[in-house]
């Protein structure tokens, strides 16, 4: 069983910044992506970031340039550095890693992130 354990979601004013962390344990032999979506009640989910295990970085348009993935490969984590927040960016953060043997994908519990003034 894999276990994703998501932390650092909250309540920030426009322009502030968050970071986002999600830790992945269990029976997980090697994670090749790691990532992020979001979902609102209107947009629905929406992706945000991939991370590849060599470090190469994809991002959705609308956080091009204020979002930061990062990953810690021997504590199996990724991060979200997020910043120049937006009332748009307020939605519930989800993580995901993709099993590199498997090829299964697992989810965290997804943390809520709240940009309001």
């Known amino acids: 069983q894999v276990r994703l354990v998501e932390s650092g979601g909250g309540l920030v004013q426009p322009g502030g910044s968050l970071r986002l962390s999600c830790a992945a344990s269990?029976?997980?032999?090697?994670?090749?992506?790691m990532g992020w979506y979001r979902r609102t009640p209107g947009n629905g989910r929406e992706w945000v970031a991939t991370i590849r295990e060599g470090g190469s970085t994809n991002y959705a348009d609308s956080v091009k340039g204020r979002f930061a993935i990062s990953r810690d490969n021997p504590k199996n984590t990724v991060y979200l550095q997020m910043n120049s927040l937006k009332p748009d960016d307020t939605a519930v953060y989800y993580c995901?890693?993709?099993?590199?043997?498997?090829?299964?994908?697992?989810w965290g519990q997804g943390t809520q992130v709240t940009v309001s003034s």
């Open positions: 269990g029976s997980i032999f090697s994670i090749n992506y």
């Open positions: 995901y890693v993709t099993d590199r043997i498997t090829r299964n994908d697992y």
